[in-house]
């Protein structure tokens, strides 16, 4: 774990250290774009723009914050959508946080209960063994002898967000660094600042376990969320069950069948909490997992976006628009949902549809099988580069979250290599969802 650092929270402080830091990560670049043209260097040589993303990685991880929650986003994406030497630089991002100190902690205690962490516990580790964007980990023993793991926010956390996403031009130009063709991602920021302000009440976190144990855990056998202790939590601390499980780099070690299985239980978690029960876990960075050969574990509830009926029903015949081949009904609902909304788009969107579903084609058979090896970004790589897409509206506000699910899902079961029944639980749970509409009606 790295050796704690002064926090910094105030809005002038990290626009500093922020703007310090695009300007020496834009520094490599443009070094770069000189020597190639000098000495015609390799355009896609990668040295510079490595060096460029560990400039800012490095400030995401020691400002945590709204910084620190972006380069988690990006880092789920793995190799799809970067090179895989900057993905690798991602991965490290938490690892590499350093924690708060030790009078930060005693001051996070004192402020919700008036007592000292060894008041509190029979046992409390002060080193934490994790470190997130927005709090950190410890170990610690109840009276009991029971093993707790608790996560305490970091100070004034909040005013640090909001400082981070009033420097939002700032974010653009760190997403812009590493995706340069970005389009208009002003809804997506805003939904962004909107969850990770949320993700600071840790009692409405608290409320988010309570409800996916009573009505999703049921639904899924080999799926374990770990109960919270309310006595020993409040905004700023939660305290759960320590629940041992193995990571996903383990985990793909498993044989065959374990993998499928827990493969299988990704997939129906991800296909009930979307379209049977409308509320979808949201962050699904590796670290929120744990597995055992015929176990999910599934933490951190802080990000869970809740889905309107209506955003529902228009993305289901999105997708099975796909799955018949329909295109006027692919136009109508991507246009309904907000993407390629002009007449002149008719073109782009057929374009668009042909690409998606050649995608989504080896989803749509009956049988059991694995993700198919087509990295779906280069697939559209083609498509992004021919369409200009600055200054272009991106979809409604709901695709972050739900985008940054399905792409967490879409990762690990290619990571684990698992063969799943992509239809049965993905068609039980539509026909859930319409019985459910017509009943309300």
Not at 94 to 101: F, R
Not at 115 to 122: T, V
Not at 250 to 266: C, F, H, M, T
């Amino acid at each position: 774990m790295a050796k704690s650092k002064k926090f910094k929270s105030g809005q002038i402080s990290r626009f500093s250290k922020i703007s310090s830091s695009l300007v020496l990560a834009g520094a490599h670049l443009a070094t770069s774009k000189i020597k190639e043209k000098i000495n015609n260097i390799d355009p896609n040589n990668l040295t510079a723009k490595i060096k460029a993303s560990k400039e800012v990685i490095e400030t995401m991880g020691t400002m945590k914050g709204g910084l620190m929650k972006l380069g988690q986003m990006i880092s789920i994406t793995e190799d799809l959508v970067l090179p895989p030497e900057i993905s690798a630089l991602f991965k490290k991002l938490q690892k590499s946080a350093p924690p708060m100190s030790k009078s930060d902690l005693n001051k996070m205690f004192q402020l919700s209960f008036g007592k000292k962490p060894e008041d509190l516990f029979q046992t409390f580790n002060s080193t934490p063994i994790a470190a997130a964007s927005i709090g950190q980990v410890h170990e610690a023993w109840l009276e009991n002898g029971q093993k707790v793991a608790v996560k305490v926010q970091y100070p004034k956390i909040e005013d640090a967000i909001k400082a981070d996403f009033k420097n939002i031009d700032k974010l653009k130009a760190i997403l812009l660094l590493l995706f340069p063709n970005l389009p208009n991602i002003d809804n997506y920021l805003e939904e962004m600042r909107r969850s990770i302000i949320e993700e600071c009440n840790y009692i409405v976190e608290q409320e988010n376990i309570h409800w996916f144990r009573e009505y999703l855990m049921p639904r899924i056998p080999g799926l374990y969320i770990p109960k919270v202790f309310p006595e020993l939590s409040s905004r700023n601390i939660l305290t759960m069950e320590f629940v041992h499980g193995e990571t996903i780099e383990v985990a793909k070690n498993y044989p065959k069948e374990s993998r499928n299985k827990i493969g299988q239980i990704l997939f129906d978690v991800h296909m009930m909490s979307l379209y049977e029960l409308n509320r979808v876990h949201t962050d699904p960075q590796n670290g929120n997992y744990l597995f055992s050969p015929d176990q999910v574990i599934l933490l951190d509830f802080g990000s869970v976006r809740t889905f309107p009926s209506e955003f529902i029903e228009s993305y289901i015949k999105l997708i099975q628009s796909i799955e018949n081949k329909n295109f006027e009904s692919y136009r109508e609902m991507i246009q309904h949902l907000g993407f390629l909304t002009e007449e002149s788009d008719i073109p782009l969107i057929k374009e668009h549809f042909k690409i998606i579903s050649d995608l989504y084609l080896p989803y749509t058979k009956d049988g059991v099988y694995s993700v198919d090896k087509i990295n779906p970004f280069r697939l559209i790589e083609g498509f992004v580069k021919s369409v200009d897409l600055k200054g272009r509206q991106t979809p409604r506000e709901e695709f972050v979250l739900l985008d940054r699910s399905n792409l967490g899902f879409y990762t690990k079961v290619k990571y684990l290599n698992s063969e799943i029944d992509w239809l049965t639980s993905k068609h039980r749970a539509w026909e859930i969802f319409k019985a459910k509409k017509s009943k309300n009606k």
